[in-house]
């Protein structure tokens, strides 16, 4: 398995970023590919079990109720795409060989997505104009650039690999993205569009944070913190019903013109 080590291209390689243009680090799922359905509980109206009832894990007890969208805060869905993505895409050779003859029909796992053409088209728009980098930072890791960049057309070459070896002791992309930044001299201001790991940090929240005491005993890595926190940087959690909203683009197209006044 590859391990985390910065920004990679298709064929999972270290590469570099220019340092001169600013970065939309990207997610997939609830944020480029809305998911338009919200379960409703179906089921028996009190639970003895409390949050451990075992009539919680019954499908039966849920329904999947699709959402119509406001026109005037969200983009429509235009369309669906089929891909066949590689459960294996970033095991190395061997274990792929290994897990092929012992299950050679579970490698590929198709998925349909949802996309807005309209929410695109925007959004290629603002990355042309302000010189966006788009750096993919998903589950899909590579597999977002083969199977993904063809249809959303963002000029993407790279993504973020976000199995990270955090000091942390996470696995969240949320880390990654702060780790990459500490253990690189690139200050490249930033947006960053994701539906979960950005929970609780506002567009002005201090992303590195150190605790006093621990500043103290580590006075070059306080300063390196006080220095990441100066990086501009644009922060979402987009609602996974809706992903990429008509508000988002135009903040990042404020973020973008503060960039360069």
């Known amino acids: 398995m590859i391990e985390y080590d910065g920004i990679?291209?298709?064929?999972?390689?270290?590469?570099?970023?220019?340092?001169?243009?600013?970065?939309?680090?990207?997610?997939?799922?609830?944020v480029v590919n809305p998911i338009r359905r919200q379960r409703k509980w179906v089921g028996p109206d009190s639970l003895a079990g409390g949050q451990w009832?075992?009539?919680?894990?019954?499908?039966?007890?849920?329904?999947?109720?699709?959402?119509?969208?406001?026109?005037?805060?969200?983009?429509?869905?235009?369309?669906?795409?089929?891909?066949?993505?590689?459960?294996?895409?970033?095991?190395?050779?061997?274990?792929?060989?290994?897990?092929?003859?012992q299950w050679p029909e579970k490698r590929y796992k198709t998925l349909t997505i949802n996309l807005m053409d309209e929410m695109l088209d925007e959004l290629r728009e603002l990355v042309e104009k302000f010189g966006f980098q788009v750096v993919y930072l998903t589950y899909w890791r590579s597999e977002a650039l083969r199977l993904l960049e063809p249809e959303l057309r963002l000029g993407a070459t790279a993504y973020l690999d976000w199995n990270t070896r955090s000091d942390?002791?996470?696995?969240?992309?949320?880390?990654?993205?702060q780790d990459f930044y500490e253990r690189t001299d690139i200050r490249t201001p930033f947006v960053i569009l994701d539906?979960?790991?950005?929970?609780?940090?506002?567009?002005?929240?201090?992303?590195?944070?150190?605790?006093?005491?621990?500043?103290?005993?580590?006075p070059e890595k306080?300063?390196?913190?006080?220095?990441?926190?100066?990086?501009p940087k644009l922060v979402f959690q987009q609602a996974p019903e809706w992903g990429i909203e008509r508000a988002h683009l135009e903040e990042?197209?404020?973020?973008?013109?503060?960039l360069s006044s």
Do not use: C
């Open 195 to 218: 539906d979960e790991s950005t929970a609780g940090l506002k567009s002005d929240a201090d992303l590195w944070y150190s605790n006093p005491r621990y500043a103290d005993r580590n």
């Open 222 to 231: 306080a300063a390196q913190v006080k220095e990441l926190n100066t990086i």
């Open 8 to 30: 990679r291209n298709i064929d999972q390689e270290l590469v570099a970023l220019d340092e001169t243009k600013p970065i939309i680090f990207l997610d997939i799922d609830g």
């Open 53 to 101: 009832d075992p009539e919680l894990y019954k499908a039966s007890n849920w329904n999947l109720e699709e959402l119509t969208h406001d026109p005037e805060l969200h983009y429509p869905v235009s369309r669906k795409l089929t891909v066949d993505i590689d459960r294996w895409f970033d095991l190395g050779e061997h274990m792929i060989e290994w897990n092929l003859s």
């Open 168 to 177: 942390r002791g996470h696995r969240l992309k949320i880390d990654a993205l």
């Open 252 to 258: 990042i197209r404020k973020f973008a013109e503060s």
